[in-house]
């Protein structure tokens, strides 16, 4: 295997020259570093990661951590976050997090201990105090892209306003018995994406006089209801039955807590024999690639530039801005835009 004395060598520059030139730390000029990366081309050296991490103390690994790899919204966070640590040519190493349980503290209290990595990028996860101590411990970068916990660097989207919005698109349509599918979780803990989402949607009924409902109250009049249920497709599908199977109190708009959840719930309508939006409007959240395909109105974000910017910003971090911004120049969230498609409109006459 090609040394280093090697490409010094062909390029007639000493070791300590070759190896400025190839890594890009300190002053080589230009013409001499086309030399030397000619060289190392004709010979094919590869420099070795392990020893230029004894130099620099850097390993050019990220590590990410994710909830979920098999759902929309983190395969496509998790492609910006490959696409743009191929770029910057660097490695990532993933670890697939449990909700609860023994196999999570491991992630926090081995792996992520055991695992030589720069900076951690955590998607969607809920970090306790003890886990964001660790992190803060082993002297890492850390940020987050949704998910809640004090960290220094986090990007998001304002959930809360998603849920407002969401409702109130429901509402100025004229519907009165509005439904939400929720997160799993999300009534028990209100700083969670789902529990933001889910606090948005009732201040906006409630500001609009609607009552809080139980989903089984006979009653049927105006009202609120929330329904928790996996942020998925089967998720929406199952708790799409069991809201949508009593006509008396079935509601005439249903928010969903993401397009997959969405998906679900319109295929559990038509199981069910009823017309969307003629007999139930539907409105999700994240713009997903599908959602067309659905006629599906939603409220998009953009999870590939939010991976993107992640990398980003965990770069300048570790270019020695430990106080990044989440965002380039401000610490606003991420944006959002309302799309219109068929699924929702006026509720039908009586």
């Known amino acids: 295997m090609p040394a280093i004395s090697d490409v010094a060598r062909l390029a007639g520059v000493s070791k300590a020259t070759a190896s400025r030139a190839l890594s890009g730390r300190g002053h080589v000029a230009e013409q001499t570093r086309k030399r030397v990366v000619q060289a ?3 010979i094919g050296y590869i420099a070795s990661p392990d020893a230029a991490s004894l130099v620099t103390g850097r390993t050019k690994n990220i590590g990410v951590v994710i909830p979920f790899v098999n759902r929309w919204f983190f395969g496509t966070v998790l492609d910006g976050i490959e696409r743009t640590l191929l770029a910057a040519g660097y490695d990532l190493t ?5 909700i609860a349980g023994p196999d999570r503290s491991r ?3 081995f792996f992520l201990a055991r695992k030589r990595v720069d900076a951690v990028i955590v998607i969607g996860v809920d970090l306790s105090a003890g886990e964001i101590g660790g992190l803060e411990r082993r002297e890492k970068p850390v940020v987050c892209i949704g998910g809640s916990g004090e960290v220094t660097a986090r990007l998001s989207i304002d959930d809360h306003d998603v849920g407002v919005l969401a409702a109130s698109h429901l509402l100025h349509l004229g519907h009165t018995r509005i439904a939400h599918l929720a997160g799993i979780g999300a009534m028990r803990a209100p700083r969670s994406v789902p529990g933001l989402r889910a606090a948005g949607f009732l201040e906006a009924t409630d500001a609009a006089g609607l009552p809080l409902r139980s989903d089984d109250d006979p009653a049927g009049g105006p009202g609120a209801i929330v329904v928790e249920a996996a942020m998925s497709m089967p998720g929406g599908f199952e708790a799409g039955l069991q809201l949508l199977g009593h006509p008396a109190h079935r509601p005439t708009a249903v928010f969903a807590a993401s397009d997959e959840m969405a998906f679900g719930l319109i295929r559990a309508a038509e199981r ?3 017309s969307v939006p003629r007999d139930l409007s539907v409105i999700g959240v994240d713009g997903h690639e599908h959602a067309e395909l659905f006629d599906l109105t939603t409220i998009a ?3 590939s530039d939010q991976g993107r910017l992640a990398v980003e910003v965990a ?4 270019g020695g ?4 911004d989440p965002l380039p120049d401000s610490g606003a969230p991420m944006p959002t835009r309302l799309v219109v ?3 929702t409109s006026r509720p039908a006459a009586g």
């Open 315 to 318: 770069l300048r971090m570790l």
């Open 40 to 42: 190392a081309s004709e």
């Open 107 to 109: 992630v926090f209290d």
């Open 301 to 303: 974000q953009s999870p």
């Open 272 to 274: 069910l024999g009823l």
């Open 341 to 343: 498609r068929g699924s």
């Open 94 to 98: 993933l670890y697939n997090l449990p």
């Open 321 to 324: 801005d430990a106080q990044a």
